[in-house]
T-cell receptor, first 114, second 110 residues
């Protein structure tokens, strides 16, 4: 599992509430990512980080923010959860560089917004 | 827009058959090509990784890339019931970001 831990693993929350998901890695990799997975859409990139305090948007970033105050933790926040954000969220890290780059995923957080 | 096309139709095969999966893409900016396997309610697991045109083998798995046609394939020989999973192609671009196909659900029938 490349030392990736996501928490919580499951969460049910109400529309309009803020939610924060945590991704923790143990191996000090520079790059970290948040993806969401939905039926019919596959995995889509929400936000990513290329270092402490360095983050950028992915293709489905609206309604989400991220923070990375230390190398090992990457937080994803839903400022005001909506039903369209019901999904499975995966954190990933990228290892190596250039042609030796590989990406590994956490076990996912299943979020339901009611 | 970085698009990856993968026909998401489920695939059922008898045990021992060859499974053939493929993806196409349109953007030459993709640099590296990966296949992930995902079991139900689990995270994607890296199966194969390649960065050049040609074939790469790992046991019963072969990844094939044709950059000129923008076409990648995964072949599973002597398929086993334990190969039943969803297979995702993933293409890497700037800052090691990944663009995924929608995935193929494969069922290997004993």
């Amino acid at each position: 599992d490349a030392g990736i831990t996501q928490s919580p693993r499951h969460k049910v929350t109400e529309t309009g509430t803020p939610v924060t998901l945590r991704c923790h890695q143990t191996e000090n990799h520079r790059y970290m990512y948040w993806y969401r997975q939905d039926p019919g859409h596959g995995l889509r990139l929400i936000h990513y980080s290329y270092g402490v305090k360095d983050t950028d948007k992915g293709e489905v970033s609206d309604g989400y923010s991220v923070s990375r105050s230390k190398t090992e933790d990457f937080l994803l926040t839903l400022e005001s959860a909506t039903s369209s954000q019901t999904s499975v969220y995966f954190c990933a890290i990228s290892t190596g560089s250039g042609m030796n780059t590989e990406a590994f995923f956490g076990q996912g957080t299943r979020l339901t917004v009611v | 827009q970085k698009e990856v096309e993968q026909d998401p139709g489920p695939l059922s095969v008898p045990e021992g058959a060859i499974v053939s999966l493929n993806c196409t893409y349109s953007n030459s900016a993709f640099q590296y090509f990966m296949w992930y396997r995902q079991y139900s309610r689990k995270g994607p697991e890296l199966l194969m990784y390649t960065y050049s045109s040609g074939n790469k083998e790992d046991g019963r798995f072969t990844a094939q890339v044709d950059k000129s046609s923008k076409y990648i394939s995964l072949f599973i020989r002597d398929s086993q019931p334990s190969d039943s999973a969803t297979y995702l192609c993933a293409l890497s671009y700037g800052n090691n970001r990944l663009a995924f196909g929608k995935g193929n659900q494969v069922v290997v029938i004993p």
